[in-house]
């Protein structure tokens, strides 16, 4: 069973926020980090900027006043996602002037007054929005779960049950219907909206294209404490909220997935993990290799949910468990794809990946 205290944590550091009274370093360190890695120019500036807020006690220490915010819950990541929903529903005009998702071109560095004076006039909205977890259900992330079960495929060449935990609208679970382009061939469905071209350097050691044509997933399904409908225009809006609001090919992926959802979605539980996965796991028929999947949700989950799940998994030893979470032994801050087929079994690393999946490279051997 793992050590909770060395659950790995995403964020750009937010578990150092154990001992922290302040929410200004967290902020900081997340935009410190982004801005390192040369990304959302936005959302640098905003969180910077909310910092100083916080500092002071402005409006953003009055927001999250009494919200409980522990180590690895992100709050930089619930406030801009809450300014971004907001903004894609058209209520927030002057705010939008700055956000490239909704066409905006307003240089970062002016954003600021917008912002509070439209977390002055949703001050009551946003409060009971910052108090909600981050689900960023990125379909990017299949990129990496559809080559480890195309692996799977290879070395057990049994059809699937695919499970997730913490699916949020199930868009993962959809992994084997996007597009993956890789030298002349198409795996996964070649008509699909979302397509992947070579997201693999290296690709999985494995005849992929047999590997592909042999895939079976025989069930599929996912739990969540609050699962969202892909299929609802509110639920639509707060799952664009959470990508960041100028990387607009994350976007543009996320809207082409749920075009996929629309057509066949897959049924996420309102339940949490260690309740629904008994059943969910005992529903296999005898042929079916069972998966149980996560990706970067393991730093919302408290230490009591988390043994209970092991508990589960650890007595159900024909389980195979596949995750993507962050890894603290990577010198590239990347997410490891790890592998382990039996309780007593050691943990084996499948491959290496970004935050949201892309670029992807595979390590395990054949």
């Given at each position: 069973?793992?050590?909770?205290?060395?659950l790995?944590?995403g964020?750009?550091?937010?578990?150092e926020?154990?001992g922290?009274?302040?929410?200004?370093?967290?902020?900081?360190?997340?935009a410190?980090?982004?801005a390192?890695?040369?990304r959302?120019?936005l959302?640098?500036?905003?969180?910077?900027?909310?910092a100083?807020?916080?500092?002071?006690?402005g409006?953003?220490?009055?927001l999250f006043?009494?919200?409980?915010?522990?180590?690895g819950?992100?709050?930089?990541?619930?406030?801009?996602?809450a300014?971004?929903?907001?903004?894609?529903?058209?209520?927030?005009?002057?705010?939008?002037?700055?956000?490239?998702?909704v066409g905006?071109?307003?240089?970062?560095?002016?954003v600021?007054?917008a912002?509070?004076v439209?977390?002055?006039?949703?001050?009551?909205?946003l409060?009971?929005r910052?108090?909600?977890?981050?689900?960023?259900?990125?379909?990017?992330r299949?990129?990496?779960?559809?080559?480890?079960?195309?692996?799977?495929?290879?070395?057990h060449g049994?059809?699937i049950?695919?499970?997730e935990i913490?699916?949020s609208?199930g868009l993962?679970?959809?992994a084997?219907?996007?597009?993956?382009?890789v030298?002349p061939?198409?795996?996964?469905?070649?008509a699909?909206?979302?397509?992947?071209?070579?997201?693999?350097?290296p690709?999985?050691?494995?005849?992929?294209?047999?590997?592909?044509a042999?895939?079976?997933i025989?069930?599929r399904?996912?739990?969540?404490?609050?699962?969202?409908d892909?299929?609802?225009?509110?639920?639509?809006?707060?799952?664009?909220?959470?990508i960041?609001?100028d990387?607009?090919?994350?976007?543009?992926?996320?809207?082409?997935?749920?075009?996929?959802?629309?057509?066949?979605?897959?049924r996420?539980?309102?339940?949490?993990?260690?309740?629904?996965?008994?059943?969910?796991?005992?529903?296999?028929?005898?042929?079916?290799?069972?998966?149980?999947?996560?990706?970067?949700?393991?730093q919302?989950v408290?230490?009591?949910?988390?043994a209970?799940?092991?508990?589960?998994l650890?007595?159900?030893?024909?389980v195979?468990?596949?995750?993507?979470?962050?890894?603290?032994?990577?010198?590239?801050?990347r997410?490891r794809?790890?592998?382990?087929?039996?309780?007593?079994a050691?943990?084996i690393?499948?491959?290496?990946?970004?935050?949201?999946g892309?670029?992807?490279?595979?390590?395990a051997?054949p």
């Amino acid at each position: 069973m793992s050590d909770p205290s060395q659950l790995p944590y995403g964020g750009a550091g937010d578990s150092e926020a154990g001992g922290e009274t302040s929410l200004a370093p967290r902020f900081r360190r997340h935009a410190d980090s982004l801005a390192r890695s040369h990304r959302s120019p936005l959302y640098v500036r905003l969180m910077r900027a909310a910092a100083d807020d916080l500092a002071t006690g402005g409006v953003v220490a009055k927001l999250f006043d009494g919200v409980a915010t522990p180590p690895g819950s992100v709050p930089q990541l619930r406030l801009l996602a809450a300014l971004h929903h907001l903004v894609l529903a058209g209520e927030a005009p002057a705010l939008a002037a700055f956000y490239p998702s909704v066409g905006g071109t307003q240089p970062p560095e002016e954003v600021w007054p917008a912002t509070r004076v439209t977390v002055l006039e949703h001050f009551d909205w946003l409060r009971g929005r910052v108090a909600r977890t981050v689900q960023t259900n990125e379909p990017g992330r299949s990129a990496v779960l559809y080559p480890a079960l195309l692996w799977l495929t290879a070395r057990h060449g049994r059809p699937i049950r695919l499970l997730e935990i913490g699916a949020s609208a199930g868009l993962n679970l959809q992994a084997d219907r996007y597009a993956y382009r890789v030298g002349p061939l198409t795996l996964g469905d070649p008509a699909s909206p979302l397509e992947f071209v070579e997201p693999w350097a290296p690709p999985p050691p494995v005849d992929l294209a047999s590997a592909a044509a042999a895939l079976h997933i025989a069930a599929r399904a996912g739990c969540d404490l609050a699962p969202l409908d892909p299929s609802r225009p509110d639920d639509q809006l707060t799952l664009l909220s959470y990508i960041w609001p100028d990387e607009l090919d994350r976007i543009d992926r996320l809207r082409a997935a749920l075009s996929v959802a629309a057509r066949d979605p897959v049924r996420v539980a309102p339940a949490p993990a260690s309740e629904w996965l008994p059943t969910a796991i005992d529903a296999a028929g005898e042929r079916d290799l069972v998966v149980v999947w996560h990706s970067v949700m393991r730093q919302y989950v408290d230490a009591e949910e988390w043994a209970a799940i092991e508990a589960v998994l650890c007595a159900r030893p024909h389980v195979i468990r596949l995750s993507m979470e962050p890894s603290r032994d990577d010198p590239l801050g990347r997410q490891r794809l790890s592998l382990q087929e039996h309780p007593d079994a050691a943990e084996i690393t499948l491959a290496r990946a970004g935050d949201h999946g892309l670029p992807i490279s595979w390590e395990a051997a054949p």
